[in-house]
């Protein structure tokens, strides 16, 4: 397992293309990643993987933290591995996850009036999708691995949208 180091398991940051995120690392060929989530102080990420590269395989819940500067490698959580568990999230607070099975993506806008826009289709893109705890980037399940974008690309789709 290579030595990983700094935020993000120390990966170059995306622009406005979508890019695989840890590459051979964490989205692999032999299986099937999907459903990601951070920790509030970005220091534990947890994602969905199968198996199998096979989708009916069996899922579990997987983990790395930091240490010391350094990313441990991957490992399937202690209450994982039963079941088909994905789509991990972490409360704002850290203190719950929460996970499930469920894809659907769509995206509503707070408007000025502290209403929720209609949900715009993200195109089925971006499966399960999640955000980083500085708010700068989206990660989101496409072709069986995951993958990040700049959240920037969803405040230029607010400004097309809500004008």
């Known amino acids: ?3 990983l180091k700094g935020p993000y398991l120390g990966q170059k940051p995306p622009g406005m293309t979508p890019d695989v995120f840890a590459p051979d690392v964490l989205s692999t060929k032999d299986f099937i990643e999907m459903g990601c989530t ?3 102080d ?3 990420f947890y994602f969905g993987r199968s198996e199998t590269s096979d989708i009916s395989s069996n899922w579990a819940i997987w983990g790395m933290r930091e240490k010391d500067g350094v ?3 991957p490992q399937v959580v202690a209450f994982s591995g039963v079941y088909r568990d994905i789509s991990p999230f ?3 607070d850290g203190k719950y996850m929460l996970f499930d099975r469920v894809e659907s993506t769509f995206v509503s806008f707070r408007k000025d009036d502290g209403t929720w826009s209609r949900g715009y289709d993200l ?3 971006f ?5 980083s705890p500085d708010g700068k980037y989206m990660f989101f399940e496409s072709n069986s691995d995951i993958y990040w974008v700049s959240t920037k690309l969803i405040e230029d789709l607010k400004l097309r949208e809500l004008k």
């Open 90 to 92: 972490i409360t704002p």
């Open 127 to 131: 499966h399960i999708p999640s955000v």
């Open 38 to 40: 951070w920790t509030p």
């Open 1 to 3: 397992f290579p030595v």
């Open 42 to 44: 970005g220091r534990e």
């Open 71 to 73: 990313w441990s490698e």
């Open 123 to 125: 195109g089925g893109k």
